[in-house]
């Protein structure tokens, strides 16, 4: 199993937390993963992405130029990213947000409204939790409930609402493909 994502949008939209939570479910599924997050200079607003791997292999290097999948939140994320998907990769789009839609013929498109979702499933703030639920739909990374206990752990702290809305926001995305 080779796995590899790139997850890109406006800082505050929750890309890191994609790749960590398929992270830590690699390892507590014992896997070899990698995750390389890059920030532009804003705290929030500024472009975010991030790298993530899983294998059941030692991974050489994060440096990757094309992506096998690609989440992208916003519409320069998409208009960046989309050309980088590879023939018979999968992008997927929070059509919420990007009105934009691909040409491609040769990859997989998945358009998601995961705000208008996760407003749904009680709040908006969970658009990359329902985004992470279609990833795991359409590619076997990780078992669900393995995302479902690192969800519980990540968010802990923040009380059991916030992680009820998780759990929903990851239902719904999973539903949604």
Known sequence: MNFELCASGFGGQGVMAIGQLLSYAAVRENKFTLFLPSYGPEMRGG????VCMVSDKEIGSPVT???????????????????????????????????????????????????????????????????????????????????EQVIKEKFVAKGQKVIDINFRALKMGYDSV
């Open 47 to 50: 472009t975010a992405n991030c």
């Open 65 to 147: 130029q094309t992506h096998k999948n690609a989440i992208v939140m916003n519409t320069p994320s998409f208009t960046k990213f989309e050309p980088t998907i590879i023939k018979g990769g999968n992008l997927l789009v929070n059509s919420a947000l990007i009105n934009d839609k691909s040409n491609r013929k040769d990859i997989n498109v998945f358009y998601v409204p995961a705000n208008h979702i996760a407003k749904e499933a009680g709040h908006q703030v969970a658009a990359n939790i329902v985004m992470l639920g279609a990833l795991l739909k359409i590619e076997n990374v990780a078992k669900y409930e393995t995302i």
